[in-house]
Structure formats: structure tokens, C-alpha cells
């Protein structure tokens, strides 16, 4: 199958000029690309409504002719489902598509960023929306809460497993530093 790239950005990155150009680039060129903003409702700590003149990201893929969907994040299968059909444009018509998907991130920006800029009302009311606490729900409502403890307790193991292992291997040897590479150093990028 050919390749799709997928490219994710907050919405505050899609003020700036390296979004414009990589739209103009991929609607002009017909890239297969999906662009995904995750629109987590704060550019850093500054609210949405001061950010963007128009709240509605995707408005911005006509002038680029890219096709455009936006949807709220609450719902994992929703969300798998309409980027694939995304994902899908791309791989078959080989063509291009921004979609900006409503979500909201319940920390601050930074560990520096203690988030006194939202209520603690606003945070519980999006609480009420988080999608992997949802899914969760009906993952457990499905399977049963035995099943979800158990599957949690074995995907804690196999992480801590991963862990374990990565600090306890040898360092990596570096005459395999340009093993999985594209190019080599001194390949000339006009001549592949």
C-alpha cells in the first residue's frame, strides 16, 4: 500500500508560517498527507478565542483545495474512524486532508505551567468528555471490570519488563549507527 504521512500540531502551531507552506506545498503537490491538529482548546496559556480569528481551523484548507474534517476527541472509535477514512483519501486519490480534532489537555503546558489561567469548573466539566476515561467505560460495560484490572496489570508488567530491559542492555554498538537509515554520510541526495 502507498505511504500516508501523518502530521500532528496543537492549534497554536497553526498560526504560524511553516503550516501555511507545508498546506500550499501538499495541496499544490497532491501529497498523501493527513494533518491532524489536536485543538486542546489553549495555545500554551493563552485561550482560543485569542489566538484565532476564526475558531474553526479546518476553514483554512479550502484556500489550499485539501479536503477538511473536524471533530470533537471524546470518542477513540470516532476518531480512529475518520482518520482512517483520511488516511484512506490519501492512499488511494493521493490527496491531502487537515483535520482538527476538539480536545482539551487537563495540565499545564509545561511542568513549569501550574494552568491558573482555567477554573477548576471548566477542567471538570472537559473531564466529563475525556476520551480515554470513556473508552475505559466501555471497555469495562463490555468485557467487565475483572477483565480491564487485569489487562492494565499486564500491560503495567510488560512496560516496567520494557523498562527493565532497556536499562539493563549494553550500549548499542556504533558500527551499526547507519544501519536503518535512508542515506549515508557524504551519499550525495541527488544521486538516490
Aim: hydrophobic share 40%; proline share 5%; glycine share 6%.
Amino acid at each position: 500500500l502507498p505511504e500516508v504521512t501523518l502530521c500532528f500540531f496543537g492549534e497554536g502551531s497553526a498560526n504560524q508560517g511553516a503550516f501555511f507552506e507545508g498546506m500550499s506545498l501538499a495541496g499544490l503537490w497532491q501529497l498523501p498527507v493527513v494533518f491532524i491538529c489536536e485543538n486542546n482548546q489553549y495555545s500554551m496559556g493563552t485561550p482560543l478565542y485569542r489566538t484565532l480569528a476564526v475558531p474553526d481551523v479546518t476553514e483554512r484548507a479550502s484556500g489550499y483545495g485539501i479536503a477538511r474534517d473536524r471533530f470533537k476527541g471524546d470518542d477513540v472509535l470516532e476518531v480512529r474512524a475518520r482518520i482512517a477514512q483520511a488516511v484512506e483519501r490519501a492512499r488511494v486519490d493521493c490527496a491531502p486532508t487537515l483535520i482538527e480534532v476538539e480536545t482539551y489537555r487537563f495540565r499545564g503546558h509545561s511542568v513549569s505551567d501550574p494552568g491558573n489561567y482555567r477554573t477548576k469548573e471548566e477542567i471538570e466539566t472537559w473531564k466529563k468528555r475525556d476520551a480515554v476515561m470513556l473508552a475505559r467505560a466501555r471497555l469495562a460495560a463490555a468485557y467487565g471490570e475483572d477483565d480491564i484490572v487485569s489487562l492494565d496489570q499486564s500491560i503495567k508488567a510488560l512496560v516496567q519488563e520494557a523498562v527493565r530491559f532497556a536499562e539493563t542492555s549494553p550500549v548499542a554498538d556504533p558500527a551499526h549507527l547507519w544501519d536503518f537509515i535512508y542515506a549515508q554520510p557524504g551519499t550525495d541526495p541527488q544521486r538516490m
